[in-house]
């Protein structure tokens, strides 16, 4: 008995009886009032506990010799496809021209309207082994090899297709001045087609995988190839003193898709208002990790970063003819050594229950005061008025 004497001496929440309980209305109002706060607040703390949030955290990007996938689609809707080249290339030197692979190109109308689509490029057929003659007899009972033009690898080499002999050219760093001096282009009718496709644009997408370092790659008019260590593009054949590179960026981003990201030049649209340009963007590429609530980590280019990127643009002209000043929509990127990490977590339920009991006693306390405040207030007016003192 003892015991639990002194247990009741502890009670921090004394008791008093009904008979001193004084009810008033205005103190009805508040406690409707208090509870309808303390249900908007936990409804909305719950909200939070079921949902999960998103960490943010910035670190060093460590990471070293991996892979870059961009991933674009673009379209030109005043060059046609079969003028229209892809080129990457990177600081550390490695360069990828005219690339076809991974990559579909859309012939379309002046209206939009998709006339064509095919992988490889337009009217370009895809680019196998060279016939190789042995002992004076072609491969597979073949009847026909086409002189590449001095552009030959060896003396059993052939280039039975314009594009072959354009590809051959190409890694000898040659340019085809005049394709109807080339019995293959003038038998494919190359620039039959060129002038046919006049008045169409092109739309290409696809992905490109580069070096995890800085680089630029761009879509320009006519075949590139190494001229004395200079970066050209082959725009003889086409006979033209200007070409429009107006664009409109449907996507471009950098790496897989996670929750979130924004791709700040997707819908950019650019309208060319000179005879030629360089339209050139520079893009920051920003290493990010994202990790879902399962603890599952989205892996782009065989790697956990995600990209996102932001750019600055600037159009260059120039004479036309220079490399300088080649006609063309280039990207220029550099990576961030800044790595950005998002984590989606769970609030634990210590810190929903927590914030739970600090709402309750929060309001209630509040309450409690408005409530004596206003009760007490009352009180002093009731008062004075019964002694004729309020006026």
């Not at 003659?133 to 009847?143: A, K």
């Not at 306390?365 to 009352?378: E, K, L, M, P």
Request: net charge negative.
């Amino acid at each position: 008995m003892d015991i639990f004497n002194k247990l009741r001496n502890l009670d921090a929440y004394p008791k008093i009886d009904k008979e001193f309980y004084s009810r008033t209305l205005s103190g009805g109002i508040i406690t409707l009032a208090s509870s309808i706060v303390m249900l908007l607040l936990f409804i909305s703390e719950l909200s939070l506990y079921l949902h999960a949030v998103t960490e943010t955290k910035l670190m060093v990007d460590t990471s070293r010799g991996e892979l870059l996938r961009i991933n674009f689609d673009v379209t030109f809707p005043a060059l046609a496809c079969s003028i229209l080249s892809l080129d990457a290339m990177d600081v550390s030197g490695e360069q990828h021209l005219d690339v076809k692979h991974d990559i579909i190109k859309k012939r379309i109308d002046a209206h939009g309207n998709v006339i064509e689509a095919k992988q490889d490029g337009i009217g370009s057929p895809k680019i196998e082994k060279p016939l190789q003659r042995h002992g004076g007899r072609l491969e597979h009972n073949e009847t026909y090899c086409g002189s590449c033009y001095g552009a030959e690898e060896s003396d059993n080499d052939c280039c039975n297709s314009c594009e072959e002999v354009r590809e051959a050219y190409r890694k000898k760093g040659w340019g085809v001045s005049n394709p109807d001096l080339i019995d293959q282009c003038k038998r494919e009718g190359f620039l039959q087609r060129i002038k046919e496709e006049e008045g169409e644009g092109c739309n290409l997408y696809g992905f490109l995988e580069v070096n995890k370092v800085a680089g630029n790659f761009h879509f320009a008019p006519g075949k590139s190839f190494q001229q004395s260590n200079v970066h050209v593009h082959d725009l003889l054949p086409f006979q033209k003193d200007s070409f429009n590179i107006s664009h409109k960026i449907n996507k471009l981003s950098f790496g897989e898709y996670f929750p979130g990201v924004l791709n700040p030049l997707d819908g950019v649209q650019w309208m060319q208002e000179t005879p030629s340009g360089m339209y050139q963007y520079f893009i920051k590429v920003v290493p990010t990790v994202y990790t879902d609530i399962n603890g599952h980590t989205i892996q782009s280019n065989q790697h956990v970063y995600f990209l996102q990127f932001s750019v600055t643009e600037h159009l260059r002209g120039g004479e036309f003819g220079r490399p300088s000043s080649l006609p063309g929509v280039f990207f220029f990127y550099d990576l961030s050594p800044i790595k950005v990490t998002f984590r989606e977590e769970h609030v634990s339920f210590l810190h929903f229950l927590t914030n739970v009991c600090a709402i309750v006693g929060g309001v209630f306390t509040v309450s409690g005061i408005v409530d004596s405040f206003i009760y007490h207030g009352q009180k002093a007016i009731k008062k004075k008025m019964d002694l004729g003192k309020f006026s």
